[in-house]
């Protein structure tokens, strides 16, 4: 009996062990069979450039291939595999080593944890995080920021924009990466530039290896289609701040942007298409299929690259007027335009339904009146969320002719009727419509139909400039613009110069304005306070440059809410250093304050006495409010009985006189908060059959003082005057070889073996009376032997044309196409410069 009972027992304790032995053991990851655990829902080629259809395979799921190992114990029969505790798969055990493919269609993060199975049990493995890259870059964590300390914290509504470009190549010379954005204080970024494949000629002009990029970017590509232009820059660099590894799936500026959606989920980054130079495919949207071929690819693009929130349409422009003089339709390109935003629209409203999310359509426009009058923009906002105004680049150093770039209002520098444009030009020539101004340019679009909560305005975080300024060639000695510019203005990278007659904002406060704003350097800054626009002039060197500051950019603000439009935005942030972005906020924050009205006495005049003689004010404006009191008085001359001192249009009446009198009149007008203004009008009154007294003209010429052969030369005299009005006739004694007639005389300064002074005078009538000026300029002796190509040393500063040749340590180089500032020495496959061989010229 006692032996019975030892046998039962070891019997149960044996087939207890063969219980636990049967268990299956715990798998082991095989970090090697599963890629670091790093997957991705778009493959990006990383080392090479290609066509974009090529480089960029996006998949609705991502493929997932886990290799766990199970080198001891028993392997089960299958497995589990769980991401965040939820089963994504499930497969059978193949052997001690076994790999678990499947695909998923979510990105993330994910803590997974791998399961073997059999019919006695379950083991499972350790928790590892396993990456899967989406292009809305919920695999990342958010973005760690470096932003400039000078960006000050705002609670701006919001719903208020506040927007600003970001550039693709702002991460090279001038080193502004995504992290260094101030996106706590952003609405909106729009990322420049996407471009169109297709014909893109205007895009040679910017020289370096720009065309031939977008020509790589667009093999395989039909035309019409849009594509990265840069991808080192979009998504192959790493950024170590932003954590880039080697195999990190998508890296550069998109991956960082990806991150920063992460931190910042309400902020909208939106691809601008187009720009200045990436334009010309647009003026081929006249036909529809070619709109169908770019809206469809659109549409891919977006479900590609899911963290932009829409897209941006920076035509410029239609019509024509941009880069490409010969393009341009002022007919049929407006009624594109418009059939266009509807197009997009439809297709976003598509793209909304299918990804659960808003798309904004946008479009950044200029807002010349020659620009605004070739598109009803009122048709084309009904698709659109945003319309950009681009109000800056009024004036720059494309001419000689100054003036503020971004102004809000018209400048007191302008001559009668210049705003309205209503009046006639120096040479007698009517304007052919309004000032370009802000305020100019946001009432078009208002009498048009555009919404006002539609319209955001432009802030210029740049400056546009000017050499050459100076002192005798202002007509008003206070205010330098009405001086007239020799060139675009130049200066180096480290003060902000990228290319000639811009110059970024901090290079403005860094290098010309100061701390205190109130000019460093030789410079002296000003402010047209009828206009709202700045300035910085160095009477000495010449150097003008118009731009935004904090006291203009506010002005902005308050116009903004003054008439409930959308907001602001910014041409662009790599130039600012928070204080115009500071200003935009504060502009926009409360209510705004009372703007100054302008009083208007009009015309002086000249009257024969007897005679009754009107006095008008209805020209004085107030921009905010409206005029609330006239007031006139007589300030000088013989008095007289004015008859209604209060009202806005009065007069009086003078007897007759035996000899001339000058009265003098000052308006002061006040508007419905109290802000006061005065204008003066001077009232002449002859003798009967006494003719006035005319006095002669004063001539003014002005010329470079030396200049370099092959240089182009002005020499002006139109900033003549006469103080009757009289229109004014020119006749020039010039040196041999120049010729020409009017107000000006244009040549190109030719080749002398030594420093040789040429002597202009120009002989300025009013009909009746003459007066001379004269000016000389020195051509300095060319340098170098008699080859022809000594005269043509490498500049730094000047601008080449593909064929141009230029000569540098003894070696002639010719250009392939546009450069300026690149080295001939730095040739090359890819390089700007062909060696052609030595030359005598050192």
Avoid at 36 to 48: G, P, Q, R, V
Avoid at 68 to 79: E, K, R, V
Avoid at 185 to 198: A, R, S
Avoid at 553 to 563: D, E, F, H, N, P
Wanted: aromatic share 10%.
């Amino acid at each position: 009996m006692k032996r019975f009972n030892l046998t039962a027992m070891s019997i149960a304790l044996a087939l207890g062990s063969a219980t636990v032995a049967a268990a299956p053991s715990a798998p082991t990851l095989d970090m090697y069979g599963s890629k670091n655990l790093k997957f991705s829902k778009i493959d990006l080629a990383m080392e090479t450039t290609a066509g974009y259809n090529s480089m960029v395979q996006y998949h609705q799921e991502a493929q997932i291939d886990i290799t766990f190992n199970q080198y001891s114990g028993a392997t089960g029969d299958t497995y589990n595999i769980y991401f965040d505790g939820a089963k994504v798969a499930t497969g059978p055990i193949t052997g001690n080593k076994t790999t678990a493919s499947f695909t998923y269609p979510q990105g993330g993060a994910f803590q997974m944890e791998i399961e073997v199975c059999d019919e006695t049990g379950c083991a499972k493995s350790a928790s590892e995080t396993l990456t899967i890259a989406d292009t809305d870059g919920s695999h990342l964590a958010p973005l760690t920021m470096n932003v400039d300390p000078n960006n000050q914290p705002y609670n701006t509504d919001p719903n208020t924009v506040v927007g600003t470009y970001f550039v693709e190549w702002g991460i090279y010379d001038r080193g502004y990466t995504v992290d260094n954005l101030p996106a706590d204080n952003l609405t909106h970024i729009l990322y420049g530039f996407i471009p169109i494949c297709g014909p893109n000629e205007s895009l040679k002009s910017v020289g370096g290896n720009s065309y031939n990029a977008l020509q790589t970017a667009c093999q395989g590509v039909p035309d019409y289609n849009v594509v990265i232009h840069d991808p080192w820059a979009a998504y192959q660099k790493s950024f170590t701040q932003a954590g880039h590894e080697y195999d990190t799936p998508i890296k550069g500026n998109f991956g960082m942007m990806m991150a920063l959606k992460q931190r910042n989920p309400d902020l909208k980054i939106v691809p601008s298409v187009g720009g200045w130079t990436l334009s010309d495919p647009f003026f081929s949207f006249t036909d529809k299929s070619k709109r169908d071929i770019f809206v469809a690819s659109v549409r891919e693009f977006l479900t590609t690259w899911k963290f932009f929130d829409g897209v941006d349409i920076d035509w410029e422009f239609p019509g024509g007027g941009g880069q490409a003089a010969n393009l341009g339709d002022p007919v049929n390109d407006g009624p594109a335009y418009v059939a266009l935003m509807q197009e997009l629209r439809v297709m976003l409203d598509e793209l909304e339904v299918q990804n659960g999310k808003e798309y904004e359509l946008t479009s950044a426009i200029g807002v010349g009146y020659d620009k605004l009058e070739d598109v009803n923009y009122a048709d084309a906002a009904q698709y659109m969320d945003y319309i950009f105004a681009m109000t800056y680049d009024f004036y720059g150093g494309w001419n000689n002719v100054t003036g503020h770039q971004t102004a809000l209002y018209c400048g007191s520098f302008m001559r009668p009727g210049q705003c309205d444009g209503s009046g006639v030009d120096e040479e007698g020539v009517e304007y052919k419509g309004p000032a370009y101004t802000t305020d100019n340019a946001i009432q078009i679009l208002l009498t048009q139909g555009v919404p006002a909560n539609k319209l955001v305005v432009g802030a210029a975080m740049y400056g546009r400039g000017w050499d050459g300024v100076m002192p005798n060639s202002l007509t008003d000695p206070t205010d330098p613009m009405t001086g007239t510019g020799n060139g675009k203005l130049t200066g180096t990278k480290a003060q902000g110069v990228w290319e000639a007659g811009v110059i970024d904002y901090k290079g403005i406060k860094s290098s010309m304005i100061g701390p205190n704003g109130t000019g460093i350097n030789g410079f002296e800054t000003g402010y047209d306070t009828q206009a709202e626009a700045a300035w910085v002039w160095n009477r000495s060197t010449g150097k003008l440059v118009t731009y935004d500051n904090e006291r203009s950019t506010i002005a902005k603000g308050q116009y903004v809410r003054s008439l409930g439009l959308a907001g602001l935005f910014s041409w662009e942030i790599d130039a600012d250093n928070g204080d115009i972005l500071n200003a935009m906020h504060e502009g926009l924050s409360g209510q705004p304050s009372n703007a100054t009205p302008t009083a208007n006495a009009g015309e002086d005049k000249v009257v024969v006495g007897p005679a009754s003689v009107v006095l008008d004010g209805s020209a004085s404006k107030d921009r905010d409010g409206s005029i609330a009191s006239y007031e006139w008085s007589q300030t000088s001359g013989t008095a007289v009985n004015i008859q209604n001192p209060t009202a806005q249009t009065t007069g009086f009446d003078v007897a007759e006189v035996t000899e001339v009198q000058t009265l003098t009149f000052l308006l002061t007008v006040a508007d419905n908060e109290g802000a006061t203004a005065t204008d003066t009008i001077t009232i002449t009154v002859n003798p009967v059959n006494v003719t006035p007294i005319n006095t002669a003209p004063i001539a003014a010429l002005t010329a470079p003082s030396q200049a370099n052969a092959g240089d182009t030369v002005v020499v002006d005299a139109s900033s003549s005057t006469d103080a009757e009005g009289d229109s004014l006739t020119y006749t020039w004694t010039l040196p041999s070889g120049v010729s020409g007639s009017g107000s000006s005389i244009s040549f190109v300064a030719g080749e002398y073996e030594q420093d040789t002074t040429l002597n202009f005078s120009v002989t300025v009538s009013d009909g009746e009376l003459t007066s001379e000026a004269s000016a000389s300029v020195v051509v300095l002796k060319t340098s170098g032997t008699t080859d022809p190509t000594c005269d043509n040393a490498w500049d730094t500063t000047a601008v080449y044309n593909g064929g141009d040749q230029v000569t540098l340590d003894g070696t002639l180089y010719e250009a392939k196409w546009w450069t300026t500032g690149e080295n001939p020495s730095q040739t090359g496959e890819w390089g700007v410069w062909k060696n052609l061989g030595a030359t005598s010229c050192q």
